[in-house]
């Protein structure tokens, strides 16, 4: 089954709007919450991260938000550009090393 | 400095064939794994390791094999290719068991089973 559930699998965001991608996950032993960012025919490289003691980090126009209750986190990118065009993954991590992945948001930014 | 460096970039097997993925990192990780990257299904743990001489099972282990005999390398191979294991396939590595979260990848391998 599918540990971490992400939505949309698409999105398109007009140049300077708010883009929202939401996952959540069922597991509660997970207790590290990064989100990486792929461009096509990378690798995905990590953009920002949460741990659950926090409700919100913010690095620049990127935002985490984080619900231990409902077991949901969100990525928030305020001020979208055409150069944030990319596929998003939301991800967790058991304590035992293992980061599982969501099956990924492909945002397209258009000018 | 490379980073996580994997090869080939591109192969293309046909039904039972074996191949291996070869994948290296300099930056002394503790923690390699790999990934298969597939449409609409995200990216979905194969294999990892937490140090040489150490694997275990991720999410989607059959058909496929790995070892860890250096810390610098970590290759998956694949015993009898099957059509369902065309995928791209991504290595990646961290310090210290992952526990600082950041996974280092490389660029990725497609493979075609035909």
């Known amino acids: 089954q599918q540990q971490v559930k992400q939505s949309p699998q698409s999105l398109i965001v007009q140049k300077g709007g708010i883009s929202i991608i939401n996952c959540a996950y069922e597991?509660?032993?997970?207790?590290?919450f990064p989100w990486y960012q792929q461009f096509p025919g990378k690798g995905p490289a990590l953009l920002i991260a949460?741990?659950?003691?926090?409700s919100e980090k913010k690095e620049g126009r990127f935002t985490i938000s984080f619900n231990k209750s409902a077991k949901q986190f969100s990525l928030h990118i305020m001020d979208s550009q055409p150069g944030d065009s990319a596929t998003y993954f939301c991800?967790?991590?058991?304590?035992?090393?293992?980061?599982?992945f969501g099956q990924g948001t492909e945002l397209s930014v258009k000018p | 400095n490379a980073g996580v460096t994997q090869t080939p970039k591109f192969q293309v097997l046909k039904t039972g064939q074996s191949m291996t993925l070869q994948c290296a990192q300099d930056m002394n990780h503790e923690y390699m794994s790999w990934y298969r990257q597939d449409p609409g299904m995200g990216l979905r743990l194969i294999h990892y390791s937490v140090g040489a001489g150490i694997t275990d099972q991720g999410e989607v282990p059959n058909g496929y094999n790995v070892s860890r005999s250096t810390t610098e390398d970590f290759p998956l191979r694949l015993l009898s290719a099957a059509p369902s294991q065309t995928s791209v396939y991504f290595c990646?590595?961290?310090?210290?068991?992952?526990?600082?979260?950041?996974?280092?990848f490389g660029e990725g391998s497609r493979l075609t089973v035909l």
């Open positions: 990646a590595s961290s310090y210290g068991g992952s526990r600082t979260g950041e996974l280092f």
């Open positions: 597991n509660t032993a997970f207790d590290y």
């Open positions: 991800a967790a991590m058991h304590q035992g090393g293992k980061l599982i």
């Open positions: 949460i741990r659950p003691d926090v």
